[in-house]
């Protein structure tokens, strides 16, 4: 494989901004062009980061035809992912694609398919797994130190004032937000959800058109319960953005902020009404700006275009997250758990 991979970056938003800064750290990339339904959006990320040999337009397939790139990061609105991502994979590209995968498990289906059939990658932004805290805790868990998970509860409580297409976007909380926690139960524990049970409301306190907050149960693989919790328009008393959590094991428990506040206790004595326990400490790896978020996943998938290997959020995978979601958007409207189909 030649040395500069040449890419497409298309949708030129405010999530963009993060795409080009992490792509232009990276001598393998050349930034080929620019598209954005919007021209002035693409002009102006051009200006900014003085891609002044860049393809900039507004036409996705003739993008395609001038600048004959290898690979497609769609950094568009969920609504847009399929239709950009189908074109690419037929034109014979990697894609690389901003979390929702899809905006239903039809088309998110059919762009797996469509990447098998021309043996391309396709991997989406799951960013929350490209962070040290996250590896650390997934590390602690897998460790067994306190004995095999029964129980998973996670809190997200944010107040957010985008403005923008999240402001009427359907089911915002579930879609836009909730696959980031969904994706991190998943990595965490290893498991893949089998049933859900989700009460979705947008309280009139709101500032968004649509399903806000949720309350989710999920039963996973392996008999182990995870309880999601979440709002997006709650003032005060925040969250961090990868949430609160509690694990609960057959030997101990342990609570994380999200961040880097984390306490564990396993139990030390087999007898009394409520069992004696001790402390257990985590040991975080060192943050590497290189491998962290949205850089460490962009190389990755540089990496593996290279190397001819899967990424961890490789779509065929992240299909199961995007799965959790959209089985809890169907048991709210139906009233009911369902069973999450794969
Ligand atoms: N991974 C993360 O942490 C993270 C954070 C923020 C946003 N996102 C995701 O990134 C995506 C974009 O979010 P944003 O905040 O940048 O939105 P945005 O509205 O700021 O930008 C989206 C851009 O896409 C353009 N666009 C829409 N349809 C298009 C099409 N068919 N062809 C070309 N351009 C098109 C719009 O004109 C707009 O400029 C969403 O899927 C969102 O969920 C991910």
Known sequence: MKNQIRVLLVGCGAISRTWLISALKEKE?????????????????????????????????????????????????????????????????????????????????KMVRQAEKTGKILAVIQNRRYYNYIRGVE?????????????INSEFYIGAHFGGFRDK???????????????????????????????EWNPFSSWYNHGACANAIFEMTGGIVYTYLGSWCAEGLNT???????????????????????????????TGFIRKTRNIAISFSERKEENEG???????????????????????????SLAMVLGAIESSRKKRPVRIKL
């Open 29 to 109: 990339i050349n930034i080929a062009g620019l598209v954005d339904i919007n021209r002035s959006a693409a002009e102006k990320k051009a200006e900014e980061f003085k891609l002044t040999n860049a393809f900039v337009g507004t036409n996705f397939k003739e993008a395609l035809r001038k600048t004959k790139p290898d690979a497609v990061f769609n950094c568009t609105v969920p609504e847009a992912h399929y239709e950009i991502t189908m074109l690419a994979l037929k034109e014979g590209c990697h894609v690389l694609v901003e979390k929702p995968l899809a905006d239903s498990m039809d088309h998110a289906r």
């Open 139 to 151: 590390k602690f868990l897998s460790s067994g130190k306190i004995g095999g998970l029964t129980t």
């Open 169 to 199: 976007m359907k089911h915002v909380l579930l879609l836009d937000m909730a696959i980031h926690t969904f994706d991190m139960a998943r990595f965490l524990t290893h498991t893949d959800p089998v049933t859900v049970y989700c009460h």
């Open 240 to 270: 961090t953005w990868t949430g609160r959590w509690r694990f609960i094991g057959e030997k101990g428990s342990a609570l994380w902020d999200g961040m880097e506040k984390f306490e564990a206790q396993k139990t030390t004595g087999r």
């Open 294 to 320: 949205h850089r460490g996943l962009i190389r990755e998938f540089i990496h593996c275009i290279k190397t001819d290997k899967k990424p961890l959020t490789s779509a065929d995978d992240n299909i199961k």
